[in-house]
């Protein structure tokens, strides 16, 4: 990703939120939602990441920016030293479905593990089924934590997924 992808970027992650989480998060959460507000943050967190954060787009020539993943260092309470973290990964809503949420995925994996990331950890909503599947067919799985964060007032469960990257020797 390259600076004048952020707002293409923010863009989709609104829009994966508001598509991904109706029934999920609170409706009044996601409507606050705006583009302008996360491409401010996002811009903070692109100049404030170096080398510590990757960021990757998938790209169509017809459309622009049409995924977005993001990975680093596991921050949990937990680090470990060679943790990753899948931060975010987000597709266009009409394309999900398409493949472009596997190759981004799958692009993630091999960064990770040549980053030398033993594994690679990711939060998902409890009841976020969709993306649940996705992963699971991507070989990771739950192991068993749980967090819980507030939107709007209300307290949504989240799971954590592992999956043991392959050395890369």
């Known amino acids: 990703m390259e600076e004048a992808d952020i707002a293409a970027v923010s863009a989709l992650r609104v829009a994966g939120w508001k598509a991904a989480y109706v029934g999920i998060v609170p409706q009044?959460?996601?409507?606050?939602?705006r583009v302008e507000k996360?491409?401010?943050?996002?811009?903070?967190?692109?100049?404030?990441?170096?080398e510590r954060v990757l960021d990757l787009v998938a790209v169509d020539d017809r459309s622009g920016v049409v995924g977005w993943a993001c990975l680093g260092p596991y921050r949990g309470m937990e680090a470990e030293h060679a943790?990753?973290?899948?931060?975010?990964?987000?597709?266009?809503?009409?394309?999900?479905?398409?493949g472009v949420g596997r190759t981004l995925l799958n692009a993630v994996n091999t960064h990770a593990a040549a980053?030398?990331?033993g594994a690679l950890l990711l939060w998902v909503f409890r009841n976020n089924s969709r993306a649940r599947r996705f992963y699971e067919l991507a070989g990771y799985?739950?192991?068993?934590?749980?967090?819980?964060?507030?939107y709007d007032g209300v307290s949504l469960a989240e799971v954590r997924y592992r999956r043991t990257m392959p050395n890369m020797i």
Not at 83 to 98: D, K, N
Not at 141 to 150: I, P
């Open 28 to 33: 009044s959460y996601l409507d606050l939602m």
């Open 38 to 50: 996360d491409s401010e943050q996002r811009r903070r967190r692109f100049a404030q990441s170096g």
């Open 83 to 98: 943790v990753g973290e899948l931060y975010a990964l987000y597709v266009q809503p009409s394309l999900i479905g398409t």
């Open 115 to 117: 980053c030398g990331f």
């Open 141 to 150: 799985s739950a192991d068993g934590a749980v967090q819980v964060a507030d």
